[in-house]
């Protein structure tokens, strides 16, 4: 079973445009997320974590809630949702981590984890069947690829990282 975890506001504001920051619509659009992720949880049974910004509150410990087969987790006062992911994506193996934050994306590039930008993932269940090939990686973006460096070995293999994160995509 894959493991996803998802930076909550950035999935939010990535996804929708326009938004106005009222404590009532950014709830509307909090409930409207996890909906759509559990209508994916039901399909798939793949594991979901969506974490959230909670660092300006009073609460000294972290908030965890199900929700729809869904995790959702609140950071702690000073604590930032980003420590969260960081900190699960690290603790967990060969799991998927969706978000824009490049903060974020280089920490966890070191552990045995993927990152898909909320483009990609969405893109991913838009097209749930679709099978993934080196032609399709070309529309999907590597972290820190270097274009103009000379590759060693075989051109026309993938790189390493490239092909574990095609086989992930696979398991979504």
């Given amino acids: 079973m894959m493991t996803i975890i998802i930076d ?41 974590i969506v ?3 909670a660092y300006r509150t009073d609460e000294t ?14 950071s702690r006062k000073n604590e930032k949702a980003d420590d969260v992911i960081i900190r699960l994506a690290k603790n967990s193996s060969h799991a998927i981590v969706v978000t824009n934050d490049n903060g974020i994306r280089k920490s966890v590039e070191g552990t045995s ?31 820190g690829s270097r274009k103009n460096e000379k590759k060693h070995g075989n051109p026309h293999r993938l790189s390493k990282k490239e092909r574990n994160k095609i086989k992930k995509i696979k398991k979504i």
């Fill in 8 to 48: 909550g506001y950035n999935f939010i504001f990535n996804s929708s445009s326009g938004i106005n920051v009222s404590s009532e619509k950014l709830q509307k659009l909090r409930d409207e997320t996890v909906s759509f992720l559990s209508k994916y949880y039901n399909i798939k049974k793949n594991k979901v």
């Fill in 51 to 53: 974490v959230f910004d």
């Fill in 61 to 74: 410990v972290e908030s965890r809630y199900f929700v729809n087969n869904v995790e959702i987790i609140y």
């Fill in 113 to 143: 984890c993927s990152c898909l930008s909320v483009e990609e993932f969405k893109t991913v269940l838009r097209n749930p069947g679709e099978n993934y090939n080196r032609e399709d990686s070309n529309n999907l973006e590597i972290h």
